[in-house]
């Protein structure tokens, strides 16, 4: 399947001055204000190539952003995907071996593979298990609309309809069905779970709009739960759309195809041909079916598209 080549309008930057933090782990930072308050983790580079949390992350450091009350984290995930950024292949720095949004259960954390992304979430894990709240910035491959995408607990909903900004949501009823994210680790997977977590996904990975919508965003979480003032003359949120995931899609064969070129949000009726994969078909399984995440290179064993109906 052909792709346009993607526009880069935002790079990779050196990020060794940020490697030493304070916690003791690399490319971990944490600010205490020493009054009562929530602890909140905004991480960023999950998946090396999506720059936009790099681009917010840098920014809240960079412009010594600092909580008025409670304890702000700040990390960088997967700096060593990051770092093998080539922009010949700008997709293939996602990850090194092991996608770093997948392995964030006690079997794949407590087991016993080895890769440098399960190093480095081992690593993560009391950083992420710290958190009282929890933004995920992460990307897509495609120049889409931004939007949230979270488990359907209502303490998450909540803070995403009340921020407003994007004004998409996925809500994933049975989690992600490919792995377990780090916004679903430990306390933060239980539905009686104590704090929010959300990853946002931004718009395409190289895009300035996405670098922006990160660094809104970012802020936008700080504000909500008292850490920072709120922007002065923040419009009210507008109208909002959600969608329920249905079904995440994984390639099976080398010889999986689309029908037709997809980006996301494309909308299919009942029963419609959406994908072939060698014998398999995907077809939508409702009226309304809408198509978010379509992978732009197929790769056996990863996801190729997540089925979902609107809310």
């Known amino acids: 399947m052909t792709q346009n080549p993607p526009v880069f309008e935002a790079l990779p930057r050196d990020l060794s001055a940020y490697r030493v933090g304070n916690v003791g782990v690399d490319y971990v ?54 770092e093998s950024f080539n922009p010949a292949r700008p997709f293939d720095s ?73 004004p998409v949501h996925l809500v994933m009823p049975q989690g992600l069905g490919s792995g377990t994210p780090l916004i679903q680790h430990g306390r933060h997977g239980l539905a009686d779970g104590p704090g929010a977590a959300l990853v946002v996904e931004c718009g395409q990975h190289f895009l300035q709009s996405a670098a ?34 249905l079904q995440t899609c994984m390639v099976r064969t080398p010889d999986f195809c689309f029908v037709r070129p997809l980006v996301g949000f494309e909308v299919f009726a009942k029963d419609a041909l959406i994908a072939t994969d ?7 399984l409702c009226d309304g079916c809408t198509v978010m995440m379509p992978t732009r290179e197929p790769i056996v064993g990863r996801e190729a598209v997540y089925l979902t109906r609107p809310l």
């Not at 919508?213 to 759309?241: C, K, N, S, Y």
Request: charged share 20%; with cysteine; aromatic share 6%.
């Open 278 to 284: 060698g014998p398999h078909e995907i077809r939508a």
């Open 94 to 166: 996602r990850q090194l071996v092991h996608n770093l949004n997948r392995v964030w259960s006690a079997a794949e954390l407590d087991g016993t593979a080895d890769s440098p992304e399960l190093a480095r979430a081992r690593a993560l894990r009391p950083v992420v298990a710290a958190a009282d709240h929890i933004l995920d910035i992460h990307s897509t491959s495609q120049d889409v609309e931004p939007f949230w995408a979270y488990p359907a607990y209502a303490r998450n909903a909540a803070v995403a309809q009340t921020i407003g900004r994007p």
């Open 29 to 82: 930072h944490r600010f205490e204000s020493g009054q009562p308050g929530p602890h909140v983790l905004i991480n960023a580079l999950t998946h090396g190539n999506e720059l936009c949390g790099m681009v917010a992350a840098t920014h809240l450091l960079d412009t010594g952003v600092r909580p008025r009350c409670g304890t702000l984290t700040i990390s960088f995930a997967n700096v060593a995907a990051y």
């Open 212 to 245: 922006d919508m990160a660094t809104a965003v970012a802020l936008d979480f700080l504000a909500h739960f008292g850490l920072i003032e709120a922007a002065p003359g923040r419009p009210a949120p507008g109208p909002q759309r959600r969608y329920e995931l």
